[in-house]
């Protein structure tokens, strides 16, 4: 749940967890690529865009390593990497053709990608 200019605004992601396949608990911390993400609007570099998929990226050329974005961010969904001093965060394996990593290894199908 997102807080915005006095409402709430649920934030859905493009990835869900289908919880109690195969009888196991999955907790998972997943970007949801906000409309409106705070994360983004608060970073001072400008490392933090969306690009033409509508995904939120960081760029790592960019990021000063500065956290706003980690704090700024609702879901907890952004990691800091201490030997690069930069942050990361889930970006749907844009670089891989057959689509995010964690959808195709769960190893009981709990990982959906939603269109």
Do not use: W
């Amino acid at each position: 749940m997102v807080h915005e200019q006095g409402k709430s605004v649920l934030q859905k992601a493009r990835l869900s967890i289908h919880r109690g396949v195969a009888d196991r608990k999955v907790e998972m911390t997943i970007c949801r690529h906000c409309t409106n993400p705070k994360c983004m609007d608060n970073c001072p570099t400008g490392a933090m865009n969306r690009n033409e998929s509508g995904t939120v990226v960081i760029d790592e050329d960019i990021c000063n390593g500065c956290g706003n974005c980690k704090l700024n961010c609702p879901f907890e969904a952004i990691i800091y990497i201490e030997d690069r001093n930069k942050y990361q965060k889930c970006d749907f394996c844009i670089d891989r053709k057959a689509g995010p990593a964690c959808v195709e290894v769960c190893p009981v199908g709990a990982i959906v990608l939603k269109g």
